[in-house]
Nanobody, 126 residues
Framework: QLQLVESGGDLVQPGGSLRLSCAAS????????IGWFRQAPGKEREWISC????????TYGDSVKGRFTISRDNAKNTVYLQMNSLKPEDTAVYYC???????????????????WGQGTQVTISS
């Protein structure tokens, strides 16, 4: 069974940092485009980042650009989202998602992704 499992969510103060992990099983992430999304209560699911299968393309939404960094470790079959300078408005459930993609391809639409993790809660509060 193809699975993605997010981890690393926590309660942190504004200005703090977290690293989220997206661990894959049942497939090899080096052949997949991976996206990160987040959803706060009462809001639509928001795309925040993507990494192409070759890692040649990395893209970010305007709300996180300059603060978040996406990366992958193919040996660990895991994709990461490093989040710095966190703000209260970053509070949400964070999801990773995957779809087969050519080496340079990234997508910013949730409809392009076939596989989804269960989410991990990130709360930014003082």
């Amino acid at each position: 069974q193809l699975q993605l499992v997010e981890s690393g969510g926590d309660l942190v103060q504004p200005g703090g940092s977290l690293r989220l992990s997206c661990a894959a099983s049942g497939f090899t992430v080096e052949y997949y485009t991976i996206g990160w999304f987040r959803q706060a209560p009462g809001k639509e699911r928001e795309w925040i980042s993507c990494i192409s299968s070759s890692s040649a393309t990395k893209t970010y939404g305007d709300s996180v650009k300059g603060r978040f960094t996406i990366s992958r470790d193919n040996a660990k079959n895991t994709v990461y989202l490093q989040m710095n300078s966190l703000k209260p408005e970053d509070t949400a459930v964070y999801y990773c998602a995957a779809t087969i993609g050519a080496g340079y391809v990234c997508y910013d639409s949730r409809h392009e992704y076939n596989y989804w993790g269960q989410g991990t809660q990130v709360t930014i509060s003082s």
